[in-house]
């Protein structure tokens, strides 16, 4: 869990293409730092669980995302409105969807932490997190595609590199097995995962107080919402990957990676349900 956490937050770049996906997130954990550095070092009464100065540290943070997805979706609509493939039209709804879902994916996210996460001295971190890993993988799927375009080859190492940054060390599954899976069994595996934080909410409602049940209705009105608008988002980066030149193989990769993405999320999810006590005995089990 706390892999996750701080390895997501060290990949948060700002930077343009032509970089593989290891160059970006290693990068990406340079601009990171600065942005700690500026608000916590040199003063020795700051600590990284200060929740006014987090309240300003996320944010930017977050901001720099957005803003790049946006300059990165700008650059390549400009690109492909030079062409008369069409593909400019199947790229524009992909944006607005990811926004969408992205939004209504913070605010259940935040409901959800608030009234179930154990480890409440990390609430920021984990609302944080869990938004930016969804952020920066856009750009990372985008990256993936745009370079594959200009030399397929580059694919096979961008794919890895997110599978890796993306694998919680304590799955029951390994990154290979997920690696020889049909996008189709992925799908099945996220709607799973979906359906298994769902009853975890259940559990959560029917053992607490009678806010908890009310709060709890709620934040499962907004995963629903979520799955629906994951699935829209989906669909729309799966039309822009089909409508490129890329073989066949190569774009069922790409693909891969999206629901890789919401898979870890999930997990993620799921995960902060536990004090770290099960969590320690899990892996020790495993």
């Known amino acids: ?14 930077i343009g293409f032509s970089l593989t996906n290891k160059e970006i997130i290693e990068q990406g954990g340079v ?3 600065q942005t700690f550095d500026k ?5 020795s009464g700051n600590t990284r669980r200060d929740s006014n100065l987090l309240n300003r540290v996320y944010p930017e943070i977050i901001l720099g995302l957005y803003n790049r997805n946006k300059q990165t979706f700008d650059n390549e609509i400009t690109r492909l409105g030079k062409m008369k493939d069409g593909r400019k039209n199947i790229l524009k709804p992909l944006l607005p969807s990811f926004n969408e879902y992205i939004n209504e994916n913070s605010v259940f996210t935040k409901n959800f932490l608030k009234n179930f996460l154990e480890e409440k001295d990390d609430f920021q971190s984990y609302i944080y997190t869990a938004t930016s890993i969804s952020l920066e993988n856009f750009y990372l799927n985008m990256n993936t595609l745009l370079e594959a375009e200009k ?14 940054y993306l694998y919680h060390s304590g799955d ?3 990154k290979e097995d997920y690696v020889k899976m049909s996008n189709s069994e992925l799908d099945r595996l996220v709607s799973n995962e979906f359906a298994k934080l769902n009853a975890e909410i259940d559990k959560k409602m029917y053992s607490g107080s009678s806010r908890a049940r009310s709060n709890g209705n709620s934040v499962k009105s907004s995963l629903r919402k979520t799955e629906k608008l994951y699935s829209k988002y989906q669909e729309n980066f799966d039309a822009y990957i ?6 066949a193989e ?3 990769k790409i693909k891969k990676m999206i629901r890789f993405e919401k898979l870890s ?4 999810l799921i995960q902060s349900l536990k004090t770290p006590e099960v969590e320690k005995n899990e892996q020790q089990q495993q």
């Open 39 to 43: 608000y916590f070092n040199g003063n």
């Open 172 to 174: 029951e599954k390994t």
């Open 242 to 247: 089909n409508s490129s030149r890329l073989k």
């Open 151 to 164: 030399n397929e080859s580059s694919l096979e190492e961008n794919v890895d590199t997110v599978m890796d």
């Open 1 to 14: 869990m706390k892999k996750i956490i701080l390895t997501t937050l060290m990949g948060i770049s700002l």
């Open 31 to 33: 601009r990171q730092k």
């Open 250 to 252: 190569s774009k069922e």
């Open 265 to 268: 999320d999930l997990k993620f």
